[in-house]
């Protein structure tokens, strides 16, 4: 079957493209955590005069077609109402991401000093290729939550005049052993630690060291029993850390017991940016997958009056198995559907059950897309290919279709009619050659809701690097396939 590609397609607004994804890089380079994405997307909804599900039951507002309601979970996953014109027991047009990303997650007691250097220790969270961490700037981002249950909000390495930091490597004059191992043997887990830091803090002056005297840090120098200096050295034990500790309370307010109720990520530092002389694609961390969640975001704030209620949900913790309170194995989703019947005053056991059979799903997800560098891993009839458009994936799993949703043919045939009455470039793909091949999306778990479903999503390159490649043709194709399929 020839591949058709979106740049040649009939009515190709490349302008729109481009101011649509211009949008997208301002978002990818604002928002690298799935709380950051949570906060800025609450924010635009309440912008636009969107209730918060318990603010609108509390209200007793029934939403009205078009209106808009949603609930989030611990700041993490949201879900997202845009009531349609036939009640919501008719079943939802629901369009499904996750917005979490590989990235580096600081350990609960990171902070520690070796050979006058201070570093932070990680925990590599989701399928990452350790390698390529290493001699690359690093941003930190996420929350540190005090005692008292106030929170200080972290994003260093980003704002210009900001510093950055690293994980660094063996220079290749002393690594010819190093370069013997194997990829995934090159760089171990614990050698993923962040430097952040070189100076020792300054020393304590004689005159005004007294005994009893509190020091900065218990690190700093103490005086003795005579009122003197120490001068046995431990002034200097862990000096550098004790000048980092000074500047997280100075500047921050953090101590280092608090790093126990942190979430702090480090992530690649920098924005989006556009990739290629002719600017077709964009470059940037974290496109897996909130590539799909920004576009299915888009498409129910863009179409203002669906037929069926619209839903979005994105969902946390998808590249750990979606486990825990906010991944899609939560029953998040079920129990703010019901919550959401129950405000349309038309909540019942089995009325819920049928509304989930009766609805239309698209599991937005990212797919692989061909890359000629290393062909042999790719089945070139059966997979997709940057510029051609949205790819749908019947099947993920691994080997022998092994933990995937496995779509049934009615319902990419219904799929394929709404593409096609929209005028939509779509390509179907697999994810690598079969016994390659492997991975999972949220996919399963809403079809085991009994929910028909199929991913369907825009292909990358270098998924899971710390930069990934997507097409802006794809990206703006997928957006129109996402609002086309909300009005199918």
């Not at 600017?279 to 037929?307: F, H, N, W």
């Amino acid at each position: 079957m020839d591949k058709k590609t979106v740049w040649k397609h009939d009515g190709f607004d490349k302008e729109k493209m481009f101011d649509f994804c211009e949008d997208y890089k301002t978002f990818l380079s604002e928002c690298k955590t799935e709380r950051e994405c949570v906060s800025r997307i609450e924010q635009e909804l309440k912008n636009v005069g969107a209730l918060e599900l318990s603010e609108a039951a509390e209200k007793k507002a029934v939403p009205a077609p078009g209106d808009i309601v949603y609930a989030d979970m611990m700041g993490k996953a949201l879900l997202i109402f845009r009531a349609g014109k036939r009640p919501v027991t008719d079943g939802v047009r629901l369009l499904g991401a996750h917005i979490d990303s590989p990235r580096l997650d600081l350990k609960q007691n990171p902070l520690y000093e070796d050979s006058s250097l201070a570093y932070l220790d990680t925990h590599y969270y989701g399928g990452i290729k350790k390698y390529q961490w290493v001699a690359l700037p690093l941003a930190l981002h996420g929350v540190v939550v005090k005692k008292d249950g106030s929170i200080i909000d972290v994003n260093i390495g980003e704002k210009e005049g900001d510093p950055v930091f690293c994980i660094s490597d063996l220079l290749p004059h002393l690594g010819h052993k190093q370069m013997e191992k194997k990829a995934s043997e090159v760089i171990e887990g614990e050698a993923l630690n962040i430097l952040i830091g070189s100076e020792p803090v300054s020393g304590t002056d004689d005159k005004a060291c007294k005994t009893g005297d509190a020091c900065a840090t218990d690190m700093d120098c103490k005086a003795d029993a005579d009122g003197k200096a120490d001068t046995d050295g431990k002034a200097d034990k862990e000096a550098v850390k004790a000048n980092i500790l000074n500047i997280l309370k100075e500047k921050y307010g953090i101590e280092e017991e608090d790093f126990i109720s942190a979430e702090l990520e480090a992530v690649p530092a920098g924005g989006a940016r556009d990739l290629g002389l002719d600017r077709s694609m964009i470059l940037s961390y974290g496109q897996d997958d909130r590539v799909c969640g920004y576009t299915s975001y888009r498409a129910l704030m863009d179409e203002k009056e669906p037929e069926y209620t619209s839903v979005c949900l994105l969902t946390d913790k998808e590249e750990i198995g979606s486990y825990g309170a906010t991944g899609m194995q939560s029953r998040f989703f079920e129990d703010t559907v019901a919550e959401y019947m129950d405000l349309c005053g038309c909540f019942a056991p089995l009325a819920f059950r049928r509304l989930l059979k009766a609805s239309h799903v698209l599991s937005s997800d990212v797919n692989a897309a061909f890359d000629p560098i290393y062909p042999e891993v790719f089945e070139k009839n059966n997979c997709s290919c940057m510029g051609n458009g949205p790819v749908i994936t019947k099947f993920t799993g691994a080997r022998g279709k092994s933990g995937s949703n496995d779509a049934n043919a009615e319902y990419i045939a219904f799929l394929r009619r709404i593409m096609d009455e929209a005028g939509i470039t779509y390509q179907t793909a697999e994810l690598g050659k079969v016994d390659v091949g492997g991975g999972g999306t949220i996919a399963y778990m809403l079809a085991n809701l009994g929910m028909n479903v199929i991913d369907f999503g825009v292909p990358i390159l270098s998924m899971h690097a710390p930069f990934e490649a997507a097409s802006k043709a794809d990206i703006y194709e997928t957006y129109r396939a996402y609002r086309a399929f909300l009005v199918g």
